[in-house]
């Protein structure tokens, strides 16, 4: 069993920055991926980036240039630096946590992007 927990969310300016983290404890896996979904009202789950434990990246065209995702596999730690917000980035930002068998969730952090 994976446990996760995120912090960093909150409400920003148009144009602003915000740094999430998400730590992962309990059974780790050598062999996993970590990253990030995000759902909007109203709307869908949409997947906006990833990275594996060798540092492989992705990203979502709508996020490309303005996020970026790093981690600390020492601290079992993803982080999601998000630059130049827009409003349309509002949601709820959602951690993972894949290994080859099984995908573990963190609980959300509210990303508020509004003037």
């Known amino acids: 069993q994976v446990h996760l927990v995120e912090s960093g969310g909150g409400l920003v300016q148009p144009g602003g920055s915000l740094r999430l983290s998400c730590a992962a404890t309990g059974s780790i896996f050598s062999i996993n991926t970590m990253g990030w979904y995000r759902q909007a009202p109203g709307s869908e789950r949409e997947w906006v980036t990833s990275i594996t434990r060798d540092g492989t990246t992705n990203a979502a065209g709508s996020v490309k240039g303005r996020f970026t995702i790093s981690r600390d596999n020492a601290r079992n730690t993803v982080y999601l630096q998000m630059d130049s917000l827009k409003p349309e980035d509002t949601a709820v930002y959602y951690c993972?946590?894949?290994?080859?068998?099984?995908?573990?969730w963190g609980q959300g952090t509210q990303v508020t992007v509004s003037s």
């Open positions: 993972y946590y894949r290994t080859p068998t099984n995908t573990y």
